[in-house]
Each structure stands twice: as C-alpha cells, then as structure tokens.
C-alpha cells in the first residue's frame, strides 16, 4: 500500500530540539517531492518547506525558515522536519505530504505528528 | 505570498442538495508552463487532509464524480452536486503556483 508514515506523538517541554519523520513506502521515494505542514489547534493549513529527497534541494516558507529544517534520507525513504529549540507555539499538528512532480499538488498524506509543547 | 480567500466560511447544507464553496486568489494562479497550480483538499474530522481536484478541474483518482472543479486566473469554485453525509468537513483550496505555497482559511460544511 502506498503511504506516508508518521509518528503519532512527541511531547517536549520549551527550549529542547525534536526531529520528527515520515516514511514513504510503496512508491519510488525519490520520484516525488516531500512537503510538510503544520495545523495549529483549531486552525487552517500552513505550508512549512518542500524537499526533494533525490538531491536535496529545498523550500522553505519564509515564515517558517530558521525556525525549522527540512532533511531526507532517501537510503531509508524518510524525510525529517527539525527543530532547534522548541517553543510553546510549536504545539500543532504536523503533516507530511508528498508532491507529484507534473501536477503540483499534495496527493499523498500522512496522518500527523501532535507535537505538544509544554512545562 | 498570494493571499487565498475562501466564502462561505460556514456552509449549512441538507442531504442530497449542491453545494458551492469559492475560492479568490489575491493575484492571477496561471503559471509560466500555462499551468493553473490550484487545488482542493477535503479535511474530515480528525483526519488528514485528502486531495480532491489539482489542476482547477482533474478530479484525483477515487473522488467521487459528484465533486467539480472550475475556474480561471483568480477565481475558482468546488462544487458538489448532492451533498452526501460523509462530505461533512473542512474544504481548502491551495494554491501551488508560486512559492510559499498558501491555503485558504478552510470552508467548514455541515448538514443542517
């Protein structure tokens, strides 16, 4: 079955760092990009940065750039999103999604990280 | 950034009526290639959000005919013909045209 594979949840207290991943299984891994988005408690969807695991090469939302760091292994078929030092505004959903390379759209879903910040 | 702007916000619906949800981009969507880079995603509760429509008007593989897509440069709309009771959710556009990428706010449907 073809998916992305995700963590359910990280809790962290403020100031610590967390790498969280996703895993695509059933595809050629490096045929598609990789973007992750955050959906805060009770909010819309927020487009975070894009990878394409073959090279590397990376996009960031500006918002959202020095803030977090996108990365893949694609020996492993595994794309992580980092962060350095976590804030109580971090807590939120986040989505992995993968992006066809001709239609640009997310066509495939994982099914979130929670992550929870808090002392 | 491209601001995307979704109306209604809410939208009560009874089984088995249409129902239309417009999406406004804040500059024209149509890309160097010709392409049109905007897309709906549906969010049921709980769940992640799953893609509908790419490209305006391709519906994605497994989507019920009973979703549409149409629309042109700044304006766009997702329709569905007889709402059905699994429909309930949370509906985005996206656009992918240029980077960063954006969403709407999120059309919330319900049955009334």
């Known amino acids: 079955e073809v998916q992305l594979v995700q963590a359910g949840a990280e809790v962290k207290k403020p100031g610590e760092s967390l790498k969280i991943s996703c895993e695509g299984v059933g595809y050629i891994f490096t045929r598609y990009w990789i973007g992750w988005v955050r959906q805060m408690p009770g909010k819309g969807l927020e487009w975070m940065a894009l990878?394409?695991?073959?090279?590397?090469?990376?996009r960031y939302n500006p918002s959202f750039q020095g803030q977090v760091t996108i990365s893949a292994d694609k020996s492993i078929s595994t794309t992580y999103l980092q962060w350095g030092s976590l804030k109580a505004s971090d807590t939120a959903i986040y989505y992995c999604a993968r992006r066809g390379p001709q239609e640009r759209t997310f066509d495939l879903w994982g099914q979130g990280t929670l992550v929870t910040v808090s002392s | 950034d491209i601001v995307m702007t979704q109306t209604p916000l809410s939208s009560p619906v009874t089984l088995g009526q249409p129902a239309s949800i417009s999406c406004r981009s804040s500059q024209s969507l149509v890309n160097s290639d010709g392409n049109t880079y905007l897309s709906w995603l549906q969010q049921r509760p709980g769940q992640p959000p799953r893609l509908l429509i790419y490209k305006v008007s391709s519906r994605f593989s497994g989507v019920p005919d009973r979703f549409s897509g149409s629309g042109a440069g700044t304006d766009f709309t997702l329709k569905i013909s007889r709402v059905e009771a699994e429909d309930v959710g949370l509906y985005y556009c996206?656009?992918?045209?240029?980077?960063?990428?954006?969403f709407g706010q999120g059309t919330k449907l319900e049955i009334k």
């Open positions: 996206m656009q992918a045209t240029q980077f960063p990428y954006t």
């Open positions: 990878i394409s695991p073959g090279d590397s090469d990376t």
